[in-house]
C-alpha cells in the first residue's frame, strides 16, 4: 500500500494562497492517480483536483476551477495543489490519495481510492 505524507496547510484570509504537498513512497512517474479531497464535519469527503502522474492530465471540480492547481513533480514522487483566490468556503481538512490508474486516468470518488494520507488543515477567513 502506498505511503503518503501531506503538508502545507495553515491560515489565511479570503483572496490569499496556500501550497499543499503529498509525497508519495511509490515512483509516481509510473501510471498513478493522485487526487486532492476535502471534508467538513457533517459533510462527505469530496474529490477537488485529481491528476493522472505520468501524462500530467488534471480534473478539478466546479468549486475549484480556476482557481486551484494540480502538479506532479515525478522526480520528488510528490503532487501539488496550488490554492489561490482562497474562499472562506474552502476551509476543510485536506487530504490526498492514491491509486493505480491509466494514462490518462482521474478520479474524484473517494470510494475509488484505498491509500490516503493524513489529513491537512485549511481555514480561510472573511
Known amino acids: 500500500q502506498v505511503q503518503l505524507v501531506v503538508s502545507g496547510g495553515g491560515s489565511v484570509h479570503a483572496g490569499g494562497s496556500l501550497r499543499l504537498s503529498c509525497a508519495a513512497s511509490?515512483?509516481?512517474?509510473?501510471?498513478?492517480?493522485v487526487t486532492w479531497f476535502r471534508q467538513t464535519p457533517g459533510k462527505e469527503r469530496e474529490g477537488v483536483a485529481s491528476i493522472a502522474t505520468r501524462s500530467g492530465v488534471a480534473e478539478y471540480a466546479d468549486s475549484v476551477k480556476g482557481r486551484f492547481i494540480i502538479s506532479c513533480d515525478n522526480a520528488r514522487n510528490t503532487v501539488f495543489l496550488q490554492m489561490d483566490g482562497l474562499k472562506p468556503e474552502d476551509t476543510a481538512t485536506y487530504y490526498c490519495a492514491a491509486k493505480p490508474g491509466g494514462w490518462l486516468t482521474t478520479e474524484l470518488r473517494p470510494t475509488a481510492f484505498r491509500s490516503w494520507g493524513q489529513g491537512t488543515q485549511v481555514t480561510v477567513s472573511s
Open positions: 511509490i515512483a509516481t512517474d509510473n501510471t498513478t492517480t
